[in-house]
Antibody, heavy 118, light 111 residues
Framework: QVQLVQSGAEVKKPGASVKISCKTSGYTFTSYITQWARQAPGQRLEWMGLIDPGSGVTRSSPMFQDRLIFASDSSAGTDSMELSGLKSEDTAIYYC???????????WGQGTLVTVSS | DIVMTQSPDSLAVSLGERATINCKSSRSVLSPSTNKNYFAWYQQKPGQPPKLLIYGASTRDSGVPDRFSGSGSETDFTLVISSLQADDVALYFCQQYYSTPTFGQGTKVEI
């Protein structure tokens, strides 16, 4: 059974950075790519980017203007996403997902609430 | 980016009745090379992450009850819950993964 367990909720000040981890189990780590998405209050889901754990290739949405870093540690079965230069509009629930390359989001983490407030 | 627009925003259906949700994409998500629609449906209950229901426009994920069915192609897609159960109360949203993934705004299904 595939499971994705994300790190806990965070409260950050504007301008700070946040790093969210996503521990996966139940499958071969490099079999799926990891995609990250977020859901701000009252907004639709927004794709942030992806990392292919097998190759290390990453892609980020231009909406984040180089504020994103994705990493993947196959030995630990863990992916991470770091978002810098936080703004109040970055307040959202952040999700890691696993699925086929270029495909749907098959498995989802439980979500991590990030609150950005002065 | 491809814009996904769902209708209606919400609907109330009696138990055992049919619920129909539509999703329209601003461009075709049918790949001419694979002849597959790069389209999925998800269900999200309050306080939970989304759950994959259907991918490829019409393929149910493992374990999804067969009262859920997806249809459509290119730009117009439909999710049908043939006989609504209490457990189906949720937010449903569509997604295209033909290009940079984008999502619909969601449809709230109530009893």
């Amino acid at each position: 059974q595939v499971q994705l367990v994300q790190s806990g909720a965070e409260v950050k000040k504007p301008g700070a950075s946040v790093k969210i981890s996503c521990k996966t189990s139940g499958y071969t780590f490099t079999s799926y790519i990891t995609q990250w998405a977020r859901q701000a209050p009252g907004q639709r889901l927004e794709w942030m980017g992806l990392i292919d754990p097998g190759s290390g290739v990453t892609r980020s949405s231009p909406m984040f203007q180089d504020r994103l870093i994705f990493a993947s540690d196959s030995s630990a079965g863990t992916d991470s996403m770091e978002l810098s230069g936080l703004k109040s509009e970055d307040t959202a629930i952040y999700y890691c997902t696993k699925g086929p390359l270029g495909g749907w989001f098959h498995y989802w983490g439980q979500g991590t609430l990030v609150t950005v407030s002065s | 980016d491809i814009v996904m627009t769902q209708s209606p925003d919400s609907l109330a259906v009696s138990l055992g009745e049919r619920a129909t949700i539509n999703c329209k994409s601003s461009r075709s998500v049918l790949s001419p090379s694979t002849n597959k629609n790069y389209f999925a449906w998800y269900q999200q209950k309050p306080g939970q992450p989304p759950k994959l229901l259907i991918y490829g426009a019409s393929t149910r994920d493992s374990g999804v009850p067969d009262r859920f069915s997806g249809s459509g192609s290119e730009t117009d897609f439909t999710l049908v819950i043939s006989s609504l159960q209490a457990d189906d109360v949720a937010l449903y949203f569509c997604q295209q993964y033909y290009s940079t993934p984008t999502f619909g705004q969601g449809t709230k299904v109530e009893i």
